[in-house]
């Protein structure tokens, strides 16, 4: 259990830092390297967010996300995209006719020559490598690449209301009976070696989005074991979810889980602070 103090004199250093513009992640960075715990230190931010005004342009980080106004049906550059379900806290919205059936077999078969044994970061490095806990194969279209990869980039762009060129090229997953990904977060974790190098392509990861190809015919789920959500793959449909800060209180723990019964396509879109180069 922690035993620092959330002091006068440090809310009033994180509303010194708001009023200066600096980024939650910037006063974060700071804090830690001062000494303060992560925990100690994102409940300050969060205390004062929540309690302060002059804090607000904390609060204010541009994130991707989708039109306010709770509404059942967006428009999304070439196509009218339902939703489903939102969530505050953790930020997760589910969406369906996100892809044609047309637009999902085509993905599977532009990918499906190009399929490799899918690999996870290496933390030390900001490299990639083979992980037990991902037992799919994958690969990577580049942004563009095609027709296709350049229309669903628009429309995800158009939907969450983030550039095109601050977003990864689209990965395409097969998970095989049996296959899975084990609970994890898509940030970069600040307090690996290897973060500050992978960073330099474009900053944090704020958001994914997952789309189904195929409907599984058994298992496959995506899950949110910190939310206690689920989301059941169903070809066509999207799940998004952000993460303002790098930092497990943002509950973004997901996993896919093992496909029991045939198997499962997804596409993940991850949208990254700034150009993605």
């Known amino acids: 259990m922690s035993t620092q103090d959330i002091t006068p004199e440090l809310r009033a250093w994180i509303i010194a830092q708001a009023e200066a513009g600096h980024s939650p992640q910037s006063v974060l960075t700071a804090m830690r390297a ?105 690969m990577f279209f580049a942004r563009g690449e095609s027709g296709l990869c350049a229309r669903i980039e628009a429309r995800i762009a158009a939907l969450l209301h983030w550039p095109v060129e601050n977003g990864e090229g689209i990965q395409i997953l097969r998970y095989a009976p049996g296959a899975e990904y084990r609970p994890h977060y898509d940030y970069f974790d600040p307090n690996h070696a290897g973060t500050p190098t992978i960073l330099q392509r474009g900053g944090q990861r704020v958001g994914t989005l997952l789309m189904y190809l195929n409907t599984p015919a058994a298992g496959g789920a995506t899950t949110f074991p910190d939310a206690g959500v689920t989301v059941h793959a169903v070809a066509g449909s999207a799940v998004f979810f952000a993460y303002p800060l790098p930092a497990p209180q943002t509950k973004t723990l997901h996993g896919g889980a093992p496909v029991t019964e045939g198997e499962k396509w997804v596409a993940t879109k991850w949208l990254r602070e700034g150009l993605f180069i």
């Open 34 to 138: 001062s000494g303060w715990e992560e925990d100690v230190a994102l409940g300050a931010m969060e205390e004062v967010l929540q309690g302060r005004a002059s804090a607000v342009k904390l609060a204010a980080k541009p994130m991707p996300d989708v039109t306010t106004g709770h509404p059942n049906v967006v428009r999304a550059h070439d196509r009218d995209v339902t939703v489903l379900l939102q969530i505050q806290h953790p930020r997760i919205v589910v969406f369906s006719d996100f892809l044609s059936s047309e637009e999902c077999t085509e993905l599977m078969a532009q990918a499906q020559p190009r399929l490799a044994r899918s690999e996870t970061v290496v933390n030390a490095t900001g490299g990639s490598e083979v992980n037990a806990a991902r037992t799919s194969q994958g």
